[in-house]
């Protein structure tokens, strides 16, 4: 029976390791496939639960819910993608080893990864600082930086030389300040909203920045410094997603089930919700006729 399970997984075997006429020599295996598809079935179930939780509270209250399904549901299709041996391209490496595991002169990066990372780590960042409530203009600069930080890891992981690591310092940058952010500022905001909304944020925040700084070890070890087999990279970098998003996401919307998302700041009004005007000349519930705004009072509409 376990013969057969293991020979139905045939991506390998279909996809192959031939991109452009280049061959890699460090791919993963089997194994590494199963694993990736393993994660892809996480992440599914995750964002089927997300998604259902969030119908058991009123539409004005599933912002996070949603945020936080779409995080994961992004993430299983990198991973389907993955496992199917699909989404890379081959990269030449800078340190070449003699272990048989990475020996070889190129190596299989999966650049749909920082695809995946380019879409979810803004959303993991905006479930923190909104809840935290922190102000819109911090939120966009912090997603900024972010996104400098993914697409510097990216580029880095495809150059093929030593330059590959002022890219992953500028990355390491970005993440110092990321992590400054989650650590002082928008704690402080958090606190200020609320003991019960500071508490949220310090499980999940504290969660993120520990979690976020094993990134830089895994990319050391992995695409550049080509210490470890493609297999073992898929383990530690699938550990630490399903930490940072199905973990982080079940305790984030946990934390949230008995917060008022106008606690911070978030007003958003339901598809039925009528309009209350505003203006000098308007009292709220009062309806005004669009045929006579500016008929004076007492005339009539012809």
Request: aromatic residues 12%.
């Amino acid at each position: 029976m376990a013969e057969h399970l293991h020979a139905r997984n045939d991506a390998l075997k279909t996809n192959g390791f031939t991109f452009n006429g280049i061959n890699t020599q460090i791919n993963i295996t089997p194994r590494g496939s199963d694993w990736y598809f393993t994660v892809c079935a996480v992440m599914t179930v995750s964002s089927i639960v997300f998604v259902g939780m969030g119908f058991r509270k009123p539409r004005t209250h599933r912002v996070f819910h949603y945020i936080t399904a779409s995080i994961t549901m992004v993430a299983a299709i990198a991973y389907f993608t993955m496992g199917a041996n699909l989404g890379w391209a081959p990269t030449e490496v800078e340190f070449h080893r003699r272990d048989h595991e990475v020996a070889g002169n190129y190596r299989e990066i999966f650049y749909v990864r920082y695809i995946d990372w380019f879409i979810t780590t803004p959303l993991l960042l905006m479930d923190l600082l909104l809840t935290a409530g922190m102000p819109w203009p911090t939120v966009l600069y912090v997603i900024l930086v972010d996104e400098i930080m993914i697409v510097t890891g990216l580029v880095g992981a495809l150059v093929t030389t030593s330059y590959k690591w002022g890219y992953f310092t500028i990355g390491c940058v970005a993440l110092v300040y990321i992590v400054y952010q989650l650590a002082w500022e928008a704690r402080i905001h958090a606190n200020h909203v609320g003991p019960d909304v500071g508490r949220v944020f310090l499980w999940c925040g504290s969660l993120t920045a520990v979690v976020w700084i094993l990134y830089p070890i895994a990319w050391g070890v992995c695409e550049g410094g080509n210490l470890i087999s493609p297999d073992s990279e898929a383990v530690f970098y699938g550990i630490l997603d399903i930490i940072a998003k199905p973990v982080f996401g079940a305790i984030l919307l946990f934390g949230h089930r008995n917060i008022d998302p106008a606690r911070l700041g978030l007003r958003i009004r339901d598809v039925n919700e009528r309009i209350v005007p505003e203006g000098p000349n308007v009292k709220p519930g009062q309806q005004r006729n669009a045929g006579n705004v500016n008929a004076p009072e007492g005339s009539t509409s012809a």
